[in-house]
């Protein structure tokens, strides 16, 4: 089943759809007359993008769908830079850090949510390669201003061609999605 995480949770978020990223200011074109909550429009990729990271690790990919993982999800995606996340999600929505923090807690339990209904009880392997299919849909609704490649240790995240469309790009991102795919740590180097 083929499903689209971002219009999914944009529609939980009584959205019709999420404007693209225009890829040359990195923000939502103004051309595009399409309102959008700033703070739904942060949530939804930063959530995703946090949950599309996670899984790239074959072994943890099935914990983000626990019960138990809900308690603790924003350590285990953002790690230490879980709060400058949360500031800089409020600094673009121009709302408070108790409203950004809040809206990610939601839009994460609802893509759990989205996910278990859509795929029954998922594997990790199942989990992994959602996202690996997804990563190019969220990073075209990311917002680069929120800088979230930093916070992640992958710069990748906030470039700009993860936003284009077209032919060249289009099959430059069939090939990113073969590089993407999760490791799995026993077959590091050094491991």
Same mark, same amino acid.
């Given at each position: 089943m083929s499903i689209n995480l971002i219009k999914?949770? !944009? /529609?939980?978020?009584?959205?019709?759809?999420?404007?693209?990223?225009?890829?040359?200011? /990195? &923000?939502? *074109? !103004?051309a595009s007359g399409t309102y959008t909550d700033k703070l739904v429009q942060a949530a939804i990729p930063v959530v995703l993008t946090g949950m599309y990271k996670y899984s790239r690790d074959i072994h943890q990919a099935d914990q983000l769908i626990d019960e138990n993982?809900?308690? /603790?999800? /924003?350590?285990?995606?953002?790690?230490?830079?879980? @709060?400058?996340?949360? =500031? @800089?999600? =409020? *600094?673009? !929505? &121009?709302? *408070?850090r108790g409203e950004a923090d809040a809206k990610l807690k939601e839009v994460f339990s609802q893509a759990v949510d989205v996910i278990k209904s859509s795929m029954g009880n998922p594997d990790a392997n199942m989990i992994a390669g959602l996202f690996t299919g997804q990563r190019n849909n969220i990073l075209t609704h990311l917002p680069a201003a929120i800088g979230i490649g930093g916070f992640l240790d992958d710069d990748s995240l906030d470039d700009r061609t993860n936003k284009m469309h077209g032919p060249v790009s289009s099959f430059m991102h069939t090939v990113e999605k073969v590089f993407s795919s999760p490791e799995n740590p026993e077959d590091l180097p050094g491991k």
């Open positions: 999914a949770l !944009a /529609q939980k978020q009584e959205m019709p759809d999420l404007p693209p990223v225009d890829p040359n200011t /990195q &923000d939502i *074109s !103004a993982f809900n308690r /603790q999800w /924003q350590d285990q995606l953002f790690g230490e830079s879980r @709060e400058l996340i949360i =500031a @800089e999600v =409020a *600094s673009y !929505a &121009d709302v *408070s």
